[in-house]
T-cell receptor, first 113, second 112 residues
């Protein structure tokens, strides 16, 4: 079945460090891929998305590229800030199951000044 | 303002006492879903709805019921709550396709 595996946390970085959070997926067909972010005490917000192979999603300095050959959608940011501290979720949705969104387990990121 | 609202935001109850968590969206979205979030498990889908009167089970539907009598509302019903349903619950809606899901603020439920 469809599933998402993402890097176990927690991840702790100093401000301005480089961030990578790994995400791989299993799905039939051509899913859409998403990264959501959850700030403390809040619901999830879409961070970025990619809908087909080789697409790059980007937002707020974060980027992720849809790699079909490696079934991956790794999240990267060149220089993290304290305000990026949050839980990050990778997710997929297949076109044939529009109501279903499959999430990874989430990665807690803490950035220290 | 486009939003998904949930009520209540916090609830403490006892085993076996029926409860309903309401969810409403003002974006005319066809698809709505309920998730529960537990430490180390991420978000797991409980139920989803493709439109009025059309619902289907997600990954963890046991112990829950839903209904979709109006497009904007998608209540989650726990007929006989148990302590293992203590969790953080999120409602979400979307137009489908490649579009994002919009999430409500969450309901923290504790079942004693």
């Amino acid at each position: 079945g469809d599933s998402v595996t993402q890097m176990e946390g927690p991840v702790t970085l100093s401000e301005e460090a480089f961030l990578t959070i790994n995400c791989t997926y299993t799905a039939t067909g051509y899913p859409s891929l998403f990264w959501y972010v959850q700030y403390p005490g809040e619901g999830l917000q879409l961070l970025l998305k990619a809908t087909k192979a080789d697409d790059k999603g980007s937002n707020k300095g974060f980027e992720a590229t849809y790699r079909k050959e490696t079934t991956s959608f790794h999240l990267e940011k060149g220089s993290v800030q304290v305000s990026d501290s949050a839980v990050y979720f990778c997710a997929l949705r297949r076109g044939s199951t529009l109501g279903r969104l499959y999430f990874g387990r989430g990665t807690q990121l803490t950035v220290w000044p | 303002e486009a939003q998904v609202t949930q009520n209540p935001r916090y609830l403490i109850t006892v085993t076996g006492k029926k409860l309903t968590v309401t969810c409403s969206q003002n974006m005319n979205h066809e698809y709505m879903s309920w998730y529960r979030q537990d430490p180390g498990l991420g978000l797991r889908q409980i139920y989803y709805s493709m439109n009025v009167e059309v619902t289907d089970k997600g990954d963890v539907p046991e112990g829950y019921k839903v209904s979709r009598k109006e497009k904007r509302n998608f209540p989650l019903i726990l007929e006989s709550p148990s302590p293992n349903q203590t969790s953080l619950y999120f409602c979400a809606s979307t137009t489908g396709g490649h579009n994002e899901q919009f999430f409500g603020p969450g309901t923290r439920l504790t079942v004693l």
